[in-house]
């Protein structure tokens, strides 16, 4: 289940945005939640299974109105069980199919991409 991030999970949502490989940096780390935070458009997702926070999904609205995907990321111990394949089209689901990736994203939204056209 996607929920909103609320600052009451900031250490976890950290945690999770530092397995983005430009996230390493603990100023940058920062200054990425602070931007979730603080601005609007700016948006932050937490992916929970059962009691768990276990992925994390981020995105921000763009000029032309539409979502660009900026962080994707599942803890490791859930990885290759589908979560990120279902944060993507929860996403979608929320802004209508709005979503674009990001450099930073766009190899794992591709390969989701390509294979909802193999469904
Ligand atoms: C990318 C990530 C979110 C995928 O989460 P996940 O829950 O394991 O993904 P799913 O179980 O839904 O899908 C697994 C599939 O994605 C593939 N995959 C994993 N990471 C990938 C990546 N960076 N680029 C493209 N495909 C990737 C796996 O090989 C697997 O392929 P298969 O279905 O053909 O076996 C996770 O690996 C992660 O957190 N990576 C670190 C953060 C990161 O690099 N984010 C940017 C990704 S472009």
Not at 3 to 27: C, H, Q, R, T, W
Not at 72 to 80: A, D, L, T, Y
Request: proline share 3%.
């Amino acid at each position: 289940m996607l929920i909103k991030f609320k600052s009451s999970y900031e250490k976890i949502a950290m945690g999770l945005l530092a397995y983005m490989p430009d996230e390493k940096n603990v100023k940058k780390l920062q200054q990425t939640i602070k931007k979730y935070e603080d601005d609007d458009r700016w948006q932050l997702y937490l992916w929970k299974e059962a009691e768990d926070i276990v992925g994390l999904v981020g995105v921000s609205l763009l000029e032309n109105e539409t979502y660009q995907l900026n962080h994707i990321s599942v803890n490791p111990s859930f990885r290759e069980e589908g979560i990120g394949k279902k944060m993507i089209t929860c996403l979608k689901k929320i802004y209508k199919g709005n979503v674009v990736p990001s450099v930073q994203t766009t190899l794992f939204f591709v390969k989701c991409e390509n294979e909802k056209g193999r469904e």
